[in-house]
T-cell receptor
Framework: NAGVTQTPKFQVLKTGQSMTLQCAQDMNHNSMYWYRQDPGMGLRLIYY???????DKGEVPNGYNVSRLNKREFSLRLESAAPSQTSVYFC????????????FGPGTRLTVL | SQQGEEDPQALSIQEGENATMNCSYK?????LQWYRQNSGRGLVHLIL?????REKHSGRLRVTLDTSKKSSSLLITASRAADTASYFC???????????FGGGTRVLVKP
């Protein structure tokens, strides 16, 4: 198992550009999550998906959209990037059965100039 | 806003010493989890303690939970250089498994 994978690892954007961050898990997990981590801080939830076909807002959803394409993949889109979205983005998933433990991807480091 | 607040923000110890860090939170929880993050990497789950539990052990880790004080502590015994990392507490308030993370404690273990 590759676990939770994220692409790309690094990205630099100019203000106003758009991009999609990709996340995939091969562990047959139902719930998937997108977080952002700003320097020296903890993670904040952007969006989550409890199951295929459903998505819900987290703590900081403004400026982002998500798509739960299928059970494996959960993408995060920035339609018009802003410098305030410079951050490290982490995807996570939880296995079925109520273990509550989240498995994290390696992160995408995004800089918006 | 962050549910959990870790204390201290940073900790420097010698290899072999114990490291203790604390987490306080504001509202009732379903469970509290601790995660480790090595520099530039994703988070790794360490231990979960449910609201009806008071203490839990996993290897060199000991976690306590005091729901009356809305606080938790993580103790790492006999620390090693490889324990150098940031440690985060995260609370799960209700069904839905939406975690709220604290700001983390940066631990440096000197050989």
């Amino acid at each position: 198992n590759a676990g939770v994978t994220q692409t790309p690892k690094f990205q630099v954007l100019k203000t106003g550009q758009s991009m999609t961050l990709q996340c995939a898990q091969d562990m047959n997990h139902n719930s998937m999550y997108w977080y952002r981590q700003d320097p020296g801080m903890g993670l904040r939830l952007i969006y989550y998906s409890a199951s295929e076909g459903t998505t819900d807002k987290g703590e900081v959803p403004n400026g982002y959209n998500v798509s739960r394409l299928n059970k494996r993949e959960f993408s995060l889109r920035l339609e018009s990037a802003a410098p305030s979205q410079t951050s490290v983005y982490f995807c996570a998933s939880i296995p079925p059965g109520g273990t509550d433990t989240q498995y994290f991807g390696p992160g995408t480091r995004l800089t918006v100039l | 806003s962050q549910q959990g607040e870790e204390d201290p923000q940073a900790l420097s110890i010698q290899e072999g010493e114990n490291a203790t860090m604390n987490c306080s939170y504001k509202t009732s929880i379903n469970n509290l989890q601790w995660y480790r993050q090595n520099s530039g990497r994703g988070l790794v789950h360490l231990i979960l303690i449910r609201s009806n539990e008071r203490e839990k052990h996993s290897g060199r880790l000991r976690v306590t939970l005091d729901t009356s004080k809305k606080s938790s502590s993580l103790l790492i015994t006999a620390s090693r250089a490889a324990d150098t990392a940031s440690y985060f507490c995260a609370t799960d308030k209700a069904a839905g498994n939406k975690l709220t993370f604290g700001g983390g404690t940066r631990v440096l273990v000197k050989p």
